[in-house]
C-alpha cells in the first residue's frame, strides 16, 4: 500500500481501482435497478449521478441512452472515471450544495446521501437537487435504512472481515460499526492489512442514520412528493434485484430505496412528467 493512500486513510477512495476489485459488480446490478426505475417512473433523458465514484453506474446510464453527469468530490475517482468509464461528463462538485445545471433526475446510490451528517447538509442536498430538477423531475436513491437499527445489533456485535487479491496482492479488511445516537451516526472503523509488507491503513467513515419517516419530513419541506420508499428488492439486498423487479412495499430491512418527484407548480407545465407505476 503506497504512501499517498497512508496518507490519505482511505484505501479506496484514493484508489478507484482497487474499489472495483473490492466491490466489483460484473452484471452491472446497480446500474441496470437505477435505468429500469428511472423508466418505471417516466424520468426525462438528462440525469445527474451525485456521488458517482468510479462511474460504472453512469456510463451503464450513458449507453442506456442518457445525457449524464456524474460528480464527485474525489479528484481520483473523477479521474479514474473519465478513463475507465468514458460517455458521461465528469465533474467535481460536493453533494451538500452543488448547482451542475438542469436534469430530469438526480441519482444518488451506494449511501453517498448519508455522508448529509447534519441537517444543514442533508437540507444543502435536497435544495441543490430541487434547484437542479426540472418540474416534475426525479430523485431516486440508495442507501442504508436507519431504521434497521432500531433495537437490532446483528451487524454491530462482530466484526466483518474480508479478503481479496488484486495485482497478486492479498488484501484483508476488518470493519467494526457502532451507533453513534447523540450525532445519529453509523460510524466506521476498518483496518486495512496487505502480504506486501505494507503496514496496516485505518479508515474512519460515517453514515447519517435516517429513519424513513424523517427523510419523507424533509424531502416535503423540499417540496418533493415521495412515490416509493422501500427496503428491497435492491441491487446491494440479498437477494438482489433482478429485471422485472417491483418496488417493494416495507421499509425493515437494512437498505432503503428511495423514489421522490418535485412536484409541479400550478400553472407549470412539466417537461416530462413522471408516472406511478402499475402494482
Not at 428511472?38 to 442506456?64: K, M, N, Q, S, W
Not at 437540507?123 to 434497521?148: I, T
Request: with cysteine; aromatic share 8%; proline share 7%.
Amino acid at each position: 500500500m503506497s504512501g499517498d493512500r497512508r496518507r490519505s486513510g482511505n484505501l479506496l477512495t484514493d484508489s478507484p481501482e482497487l474499489y472495483e476489485a473490492r466491490f466489483p459488480d460484473p452484471e452491472r446490478l446497480a446500474g441496470r435497478w437505477a435505468e429500469d426505475t428511472l423508466r418505471r417512473y417516466g424520468a426525462g433523458p438528462r440525469v445527474l449521478d451525485i456521488g458517482c465514484g468510479t462511474g460504472r453506474d453512469a456510463a451503464y446510464l450513458h449507453r442506456a441512452g442518457r445525457a449524464v453527469i456524474g460528480a464527485d468530490l474525489s479528484p481520483a475517482m473523477l479521474d479514474y472515471a473519465r478513463e475507465r468509464h468514458p460517455g458521461p461528463e465528469y465533474r467535481r462538485a460536493d453533494l451538500r450544495g452543488f448547482a451542475l445545471g438542469t436534469f430530469d433526475a438526480v441519482v444518488c446510490l451506494d449511501s453517498a446521501l448519508l455522508y448529509c451528517h447534519g441537517n444543514d447538509d442533508l437540507d444543502g442536498f435536497l435544495g441543490s437537487c430541487r434547484r437542479a430538477l426540472a418540474p416534475g423531475g426525479l430523485l431516486m436513491a440508495e442507501m442504508r435504512n436507519g431504521a434497521y437499527f432500531l433495537g437490532r445489533t446483528d451487524l454491530l456485535d462482530t466484526p466483518a472481515d474480508d479478503a481479496f487479491t488484486w495485482r497478486g496482492t492479498g488484501y484483508r479488511s476488518t470493519t467494526t460499526l457502532r451507533v453513534d445516537r447523540t450525532a445519529q451516526l453509523l460510524r466506521r472503523t476498518r483496518v486495512w492489512t496487505s502480504d506486501d509488507g505494507s503496514p496496516p491503513v485505518e479508515q474512519r467513515s460515517a453514515w447519517r442514520l435516517l429513519l424513513p419517516q424523517e427523510l419523507r419530513h424533509f424531502l416535503t419541506a423540499h417540496g418533493f412528493t415521495v412515490l416509493a420508499l422501500y427496503d428491497g428488492p435492491g441491487p446491494r439486498t440479498d437477494p438482489p434485484w433482478r429485471d422485472g423487479d417491483t418496488p417493494g412495499v416495507t421499509a425493515d430491512a437494512d437498505r432503503l430505496h428511495l423514489i421522490a418527484r418535485l412536484d409541479t407548480p400550478q400553472g407549470v407545465s412539466a417537461h416530462h412528467q413522471p408516472r406511478t407505476p402499475h402494482a
